[in-house]
């Protein structure tokens, strides 16, 4: 049984460019969540899917979108790079039973670097 | 931010028990406490996760004191493999309820 998968594992950007991540959910799991984590600090909540819609947001501005696919899986998509963007970005995925979140799996994350 | 309190490091003996604390004394009554970890440059890695109750699974195990205030994950042998940043996490488990990382614990195994 996988596990979350994501890609690519690492990437180089220049600033002003757009990029896009993918994140492959854990079987059967509906649920997807973006996460990006700075060097030396906790993982930031960015946005989670569930049933191809964003149901929550954190604290990104719209430059940061994603979508997700009828097969549960997931794009997280950047426009305008900046500097500042350079990160580990992770996908998590979960469960919705009955509206209870399991526990979220986390894949190995995609390293972006913006030059 | 981060409801809970972590200490910035600790260090453990290859063999020994590790205990980790975590405060979180502004817990809600139906927040769960969650605890990952995440080895350097991977993606956090799920541990354990309970409520009320003290809990226990083939990596750890979680005590819970009473009035829910803080909780103790307990690496019963630690391997250098464990060498890692602890994570504890209050959670409401509802829909869209995401996840709030603090700085967490970096724990060293010693040989």
């Known amino acids: 049984d996988a596990g979350v998968t994501q890609s690519p594992t690492h990437l180089i950007k220049t600033r002003g460019q757009q990029v896009t991540l993918r994140c492959s959910p854990k079987?059967?799991?509906?649920?997807v969540s973006w996460y990006q984590q700075a060097l030396g600090q906790g993982p930031q909540f960015i946005f989670q899917?569930?049933?191809?819609?964003?149901?929550q947001r954190g604290n990104f501005p719209d430059r940061f979108s994603g979508h997700q696919y009828p097969n549960y899986s997931s794009e997280l998509n950047v426009n305008a790079l900046l500097l500042g963007d350079s990160a580990l970005y992770l996908c998590?995925?979960?469960?919705?039973?009955?509206?209870?979140?399991?526990?979220?799996?986390f894949g190995q994350g995609t390293r972006l670097t913006v030059v | 931010d981060a409801k809970t309190t972590q200490p910035p490091s600790m260090d453990c003996a290859e063999g020994r028990a590790a205990n980790l604390p975590c405060n979180h004394s502004?817990?809600?009554?139906?927040?769960?406490v969650y605890w990952y970890r995440q080895i350097h440059s991977q993606g956090p890695q799920y541990i354990i996760h309970?409520?009320?109750n003290n809990e226990t699974n083939e990596m750890a195990s979680l005590i819970i004191t009473e009035d829910r205030k803080s909780s103790t994950l307990i690496l019963p042998h630690a391997t250098l493999r464990d060498t890692a940043v602890y994570y504890c996490?209050?959670?409401?488990?509802?829909?869209?309820?995401?996840?709030?990382f603090g700085p967490g614990t970096r724990l060293s195994v010693l040989p």
């Open positions: 502004t817990i809600s009554g139906n927040e769960y």
């Open positions: 996490i209050v959670r409401v488990d509802n829909y869209g309820q995401n996840f709030v």
């Open positions: 899917y569930y049933e191809e819609e964003e149901r």
């Open positions: 309970g409520l009320k």
């Open positions: 079987s059967g799991h509906d649920t």
């Open positions: 998590a995925s979960s469960s919705l039973e009955g509206l209870m979140n399991t526990e979220a799996f």
